[in-house]
């Protein structure tokens, strides 16, 4: 009776870190398109400015990349392919850490050079939900 419960409780546990995972991973998606939307914004804009449009570019395929990544990660992870999940929101949040540390570090657009090394706390719902989406694997 006692392996029952505990099957029960571990069964519990495991569908609320499914739940986390995608939640995690839907957050990341927002930020992405988020952090995406604001670089496009700063390289794509109709008044003269020091930015080339070639970074805006850059940042629109990477900020869709990763977005399109991290949901059907979600939904992976959501449907019971954890592990795969997993690791598309790992490596979707790596994706946008390279795309924080060139924008905020490399080419410094105003909000981002502000941020610094705090704008990488906005990249942690990814890694999270990528690390939680591989630790289900069964």
Same mark, same amino acid.
């Given at each position: 009776?006692?392996?029952?419960?505990?099957?029960?409780?571990?069964?519990?546990?495991?569908?609320?870190?499914?739940? %986390?995972?995608?939640?995690?991973?839907?957050?990341?998606?927002?930020?992405?398109?988020?952090?995406?939307?604001?670089? *496009?914004?700063?390289?794509? *804009?109709?008044?003269?400015?020091?930015? +080339?449009?070639?970074? @805006?570019?850059?940042?629109?395929?990477?900020?869709?990349?990763?977005?399109?990544?991290? %949901?059907?990660?979600?939904? &992976?992870?959501?449907?019971?392919?954890?592990?795969?999940? @997993?690791?598309?929101?790992?490596?979707?949040?790596?994706?946008?850490?390279?795309?924080?540390?060139?924008?905020?570090?490399? +080419?410094?657009?105003?909000?981002?050079?502000?941020?610094?090394?705090?704008?990488?706390? +906005? &990249?942690?719902?990814?890694?999270?939900?990528?690390?939680?989406?591989?630790?289900?694997?069964?």
């Amino acid at each position: 009776m006692l392996k029952q419960s505990q099957r029960q409780t571990q069964l519990g546990s495991s569908k609320r870190a499914i739940t %986390v995972a995608s939640f995690l991973g839907v957050l990341s998606a927002t930020n992405s398109i988020a952090l995406g939307f604001y670089l *496009s914004s700063i390289y794509f *804009s109709p008044f003269p400015t020091l930015y +080339s449009p070639i970074g @805006g570019y850059f940042a629109g395929g990477l900020t869709l990349l990763s977005a399109v990544m991290l %949901v059907l990660g979600s939904f &992976l992870v959501w449907k019971g392919s954890a592990y795969k999940g @997993g690791i598309m929101n790992l490596v979707a949040g790596a994706i946008l850490a390279v795309m924080y540390f060139y924008f905020a570090f490399l +080419s410094q657009p105003p909000l981002l050079s502000w941020l610094g090394f705090v704008g990488i706390f +906005s &990249l942690a719902p990814a890694v999270i939900s990528g690390v939680t989406g591989i630790a289900l694997k069964r």
